[in-house]
């Protein structure tokens, strides 16, 4: 595990957004294929497709998945599907066979049967994960205390009463976020900085549900001076 603390959440933004565009080039050269990218909502996450720029043919190179969603309508401004168009998928013309999205409010019967259509759909592994930290140290939408957390089978999961508005959401487990090659946190805000000291401490995963992600190769934790702020000097 590797921590790199940036000044600030503008430094922030730009250091991930470098350091992925070499990542999926380099991932692009040595494995022959379309990189899978799995990305995560929240706004430094946002800040930081807002950063990305060409080549525009790297970027049209790569198939998108997403760690989490809001179960709500597939217009509805809480999407982090539709964040992340705004952000940079529209800007750089990604073809939509290479957007996987999961699965809208309405699109099917219920949420479970969203998850196993959206499970069916994945990969057997990612290259990289992006995540965030909620203040409550939840990842994806896997919060404390939730019994999603001991799910070992399935893939994708339905979330519901979730503690952070909208209530409905689906998300990726365990199982299937630590098949990553890589996991990298971004993380920024002094709000965040007690979840993030209590993931890198170690602390019981049902008390703070990102210390349970991992990579296979790589797990990196990119945070700003705020974040940064309760670990140990």
Do not use: C
């Amino acid at each position: 595990m590797t921590v790199q603390i940036l000044e600030d959440r503008d430094a922030l933004a730009r250091a991930v957004a470098h350091r992925l565009t070499e990542r999926i080039d380099e991932l692009r050269r040595s494995t022959g294929r379309r990189p899978r990218l799995v990305l995560t909502g929240g706004t430094i996450a946002n800040e930081v497709l807002a950063q990305l720029v060409g080549p525009v043919s790297l970027w049209r190179d790569v198939d998108y998945y997403w760690g989490d969603e809001r179960y709500v309508p597939s217009d509805d401004d809480d999407r982090n599907e539709k964040q992340a168009r705004e952000a940079f998928l529209t800007r750089f013309e990604i073809p939509e066979d290479r957007i996987h999205p999961m699965p809208a409010a309405g699109e099917f019967a219920s949420k479970d049967d969203a998850a196993d259509a959206y499970a069916a759909q994945l990969p057997e592994s990612f290259d990289l994960v992006l995540l965030g930290v909620g203040p409550d140290a939840h990842v994806a939408s896997l919060f404390p205390g939730f019994p999603q957390l001991d799910e070992k089978e399935r893939r994708v999961v339905p979330v519901d009463d979730s503690p952070k508005p909208p209530p409905e959401r689906l998300s990726l487990t365990y199982p299937m976020l630590n098949s990553a090659t890589a996991v990298w946190f971004v993380v920024a805000g002094e709000d965040k900085a007690p979840a993030v000291a209590a993931a890198l401490s170690g602390a019981p995963v049902d008390e703070a549900p990102a210390a349970g992600v991992r990579g296979v190769e790589e797990t990196l934790w990119l945070l700003d001076t705020d974040s940064a702020s309760r670990l140990p000097r």
